[in-house]
């Protein structure tokens, strides 16, 4: 059964900093591409960071410089991507939610239909 769990959300003030996890179960973590977006009430959801099963990395303009996208070594028991976020802004409250899903070349990877596994999500306020 494929499970992502998402923890490590909070509230913060401008400036702090957060880290989120995801725990990965039931499916071959390692050949997977994975992401993690974002959504907010009333707006589409949007790709925040990208990992693909190579080790590259994809970001959105809005947290480039400030967000970190990383995942444990496939070789070890934990199956784990972070996201580490720094200089948190206000407009980064918003519901996270983890996502993964086979390969696709020439789809970017902040398109949501990439992806066919998806997390419940952790709630990140962040706070002026």
């Known amino acids: 059964q494929v499970q992502l769990v998402e923890s490590g959300g909070g509230s913060v003030q401008a400036g702090g900093s957060l880290r989120l996890s995801c725990a990965v179960s039931?499916?071959?973590?390692?050949?997977?591409?994975m992401a993690w977006f974002r959504q907010v009430p009333g707006k589409e959801r949007e790709g925040v960071a990208g990992?693909?099963?190579?080790?590259?990395?994809?970001?959105?303009d809005s947290v480039k410089g400030r967000f970190t996208i990383s995942k444990d070594n496939a070789n070890n028991a934990n199956n784990t991507l972070y996201l580490e976020m720094n200089s948190l802004k206000p407009e980064d409250t918003a519901m996270y939610l983890c996502a993964a899903g086979p390969h696709m070349a020439r789809v970017p990877f902040y398109r949501p239909l990439r992806y066919n596994y998806w997390g419940q999500g952790t709630q990140v306020t962040v706070s002026s």
């Open positions: 039931g499916f071959t973590y390692s050949s997977y591409s």
């Open positions: 990992i693909d099963s190579d080790g590259s990395t994809s970001y959105a």
